[in-house]
């Protein structure tokens, strides 16, 4: 067990990532309790614009944020679900603003956000968020970017949206605004 942990430090050094991910694994649960906290903070640091964001960069930009899903899946297996539920709604948005930053960002955020948006679903079964609120929180992410994770919804989200999320995102569909 020793000679693991010094290889994860090790790697965790040479690549920044990911010790930005194990640094956040470990302190949100440090305690012996949960705090979702250092989990945000990870994957808004795992999202931030580096000062020169060119096409040429954007594997690596890409590369920097796919810490984020193991995150995620983690807290969906260990913790609240309502709690993925939330961090996966702020990594998709930070992901898609990183997104339209950064030139021929396909390549590496729509897969990400495929990914996050199927971890946000499976935690939206788990925790039964809310219908009304998640309707019109999608609705949100859905009018401010075109990406196909958004327009997933709210097929892929039926068996939680029910009656009265269906009815309040129609409602929203027909919103002017």
Not at 6 to 17: M, S
Not at 18 to 40: H, M, Y
Not at 102 to 119: R, T
């Amino acid at each position: 067990m020793p000679r693991l942990v010094d290889w994860l430090v090790e790697a965790g050094v040479a690549h920044r990532p990911l010790l930005i991910a194990l640094n956040a694994e470990w302190s949100s649960g440090a305690d012996g309790g949960w705090n979702p906290g250092p989990v945000r903070e990870a994957i808004r640091r795992l999202t931030e614009l580096p000062d020169m964001a060119t096409w040429r960069e954007s594997d690596a930009i890409g590369s920097k944020a796919d810490p984020i899903c193991c995150l995620l899946r983690h807290v969906l297996e260990d913790r609240p679900a309502v709690d993925a539920v939330e961090l996966a709604e702020y990594a998709l948005q930070r992901i898609a603003e990183l997104s339209m930053e950064v030139q021929d960002s396909e390549v590496w955020s729509m897969p990400l956000l495929d990914e996050v948006g199927e971890l946000h679903r499976k935690a939206c079964l788990k925790a039964r968020p809310d219908p009304v609120r998640l309707a019109r929180r999608w609705k949100v992410l859905q009018k401010r970017w075109s990406f196909g994770v958004f327009d997933r919804f709210p097929t892929a989200y039926e068996e939680v949206l029910g009656a009265e999320g269906l009815n309040e995102w129609q409602r929203g569909e027909n919103d002017p605004s």
